[in-house]
């Protein structure tokens, strides 16, 4: 099974339609705690954990919650959804993840085309335009 960690249900269901149309039988979830019992049902379970207005903090603790759910429930493969805009705590989730995991490194790509989002010289732009301070926390 793969999973999605996402900060919104939103973004969760967002990204859940993307594997469903691609043929992937997707579930979005907003607790870890059935993971066990729906490991073996889907391709892709999304996880939201409505992080992303919450302190830096307590995403990390969230983050690290799925991360470990993930890691006990064998999951193959791991993808962080993140917000388009930037928004939310993308470097304290990001860490919790690496904790977690330990992996060497982590890609960034919040580039979205399709929806006007690319990345100039290291600067999220918006419909060609810079956005605001490209922040990543």
Do not use: W
């Amino acid at each position: 099974m793969r999973a999605v960690i996402a900060d919104d249900f939103t973004g969760a269901c967002d990204v859940g339609v993307q594997f469903s149309e691609r043929g992937l039988s997707t579930l979005v979830v907003t607790s870890t705690k059935t993971l066990d019992t729906v490991k073996d049902d889907f391709d892709v379970v999304v996880i939201d954990t409505e992080t992303r207005n919450l302190s830096a903090e307590t995403a990390y603790e969230r983050l690290g919650e799925a991360s470990n759910a993930c890691e006990s429930n064998n999951i193959e493969l791991m993808y962080k959804k993140v917000d388009s805009t930037l928004r939310g705590n993308i470097g304290s989730e990001l860490d919790a993840i690496l904790d977690v995991f330990c992996f060497d490194a982590v890609i960034v790509t919040p580039s979205f085309p399709a929806y006007g989002r690319t990345v100039l010289n290291g600067k999220l732009l918006i419909d060609g335009n810079y956005f605001g301070e490209n922040r990543v926390h």
